[in-house]
DNA sequence: TAGATTGTTAATCGATTAACAATC
DNA sequence: TAGATTGTTAATCGATTAACAATC
């Protein structure tokens, strides 16, 4: 257990870091600083420098951190070692979206089933992924060894959906429903609430605008 | 300027609030008290007081907050005084989905124009909205007075879809592509990484997996 | 060596939690 | 009045920022 508690930011950053990694490898950067890294994804210098320490990753005064290396540490970090199993329900369109993304970019993070209501896509392959009967949600996850679920599915439907994976084994769930779930503690939820994001980056909008106005 | 300085939580945790609020009123529920607004919101009875004093509205301690005045109060706070338009750029399976939900929900908030690259979509109405072509996005956010902008495109255009939206005078971005952007510190930008939130949920998960055997 | 950056410690800041008097 | 809840203040906690010696 070399990493106890880590922080929720400090994973989503180095996820971020990851990426922009891998963009610059491409590119043949072979070393990158502290701050140049944090240029990129608008943090602070001393904010990357924690995170990568975080992790036990060290760079050096003059050449700063070797990129290549620093790919692969945040890969042991963040990746499972083997393959995780990955149950999506609600087959509309942001599930359609996450089914197009997935297969291509993490080889360890595979949609293994997909669930829907509506008989029409019952039975069907979409977007390379099965589609089961909403009812066969527990009897496939616990066949499949799910460990993580996503919920897309109306508001409505979200918590029956929840409970159910809770039930067949699942610790994580990413929940794009409009509406807070109630899980044991031990299960890890992220919610996506485009709708809130939405209202939010329209009340600061407008706010900013007000600011400046005043300033004027 | 009632409210000089928010929290960006605090006007996340309202809107939550009002759609719950929203949900009980339907059912006949006329009060409510801290402590089960938290409870259904999954935090403490103490934030949401604090959350309900920030925006000056006050309960009783014998019947706790009115629940129609409540709603009203967060609608004074959260919403627009006259309509914002929005303009939604990449219409994918994520922009579908925003188009799909948005004209019944929030009045005040409409999405007006859509934009994409694809030929075959441009000067199409797609879910209601009339599609343009990316080049035309300064002149028609200009001419409809965009306050703002959803970016749904591939990673590799986010940036110049910002820098022409900023142009263009739009105060808010709410930003689905997988790469941070880069904007005037007065333009508020609100991130949805669907991948990182994957890694993350996939992450805590394997690791209370890890926790709950160690226990054992 | 000089200079820029790293790793580490101390100080600051903000938000959450706890405590308690005021209220209906 | 008694009891539960509210509004408000003080204490705690965590994360960020600043400062600085160590390093190449």
């Known amino acids: 257990m ?3 508690n880590i922080p929720d930011k400090t994973v989503g950053r180095l ?3 990851r990426r922009i990694l891998n963009d610059l490898l491409a590119m043949g950067t072979e ?4 701050h140049q890294l944090a240029g990129m994804i608008g943090g602070t210098a001393a904010q990357v420098r924690r995170d990568l320490m975080t992790i036990g990753f ?3 005064p003059t050449k700063g951190y070797d990129v290549a290396d620093l790919i692969k540490t945040i890969g042991g970090f963040l990746d499972a ?5 990955v149950a999506l329900v609600g087959i509309g369109n942001i599930g359609r979206a996450l089914l197009a993304y997935f297969p291509s970019r993490r080889p360890n993070l595979s949609i293994v089933a997909a669930f829907d209501r509506d008989p029409e896509k019952v039975d069907r392959v979409i977007q390379g992924c099965h589609c089961y009967s909403m009812e066969r949600l527990g009897e496939i996850a616990g066949a499949k060894d799910i460990q993580l679920g996503i919920i897309a ?3 409505s ?3 029956i959906v929840a409970d159910a994976m809770v039930r067949s084994g699942v610790r994580g769930i990413v929940n794009f429903a409009r509406v807070p779930l109630r899980v044991p503690a031990h299960i890890y939820v992220e919610n996506i609430d485009m709708t809130m994001s ?9 706010q900013r605008a007000k600011e400046k106005e005043e300033v004027q």
Chains 1, 2 share one sequence.
Do not use: C, D, W
């Open 31 to 34: 070393n990158i600083f502290s």
């Open 81 to 85: 070692p083997e393959k995780q199993n």
């Open 198 to 206: 939405m209202e939010k980056a329209a009340f600061f909008a407008r």
């Open 15 to 17: 996820s971020l870091y």
């Open 58 to 60: 060290t760079g050096s």
């Open 153 to 155: 599915v109306p508001a």
């Open 2 to 4: 070399p990493h106890p």
């Open 157 to 159: 439907e979200a918590q």
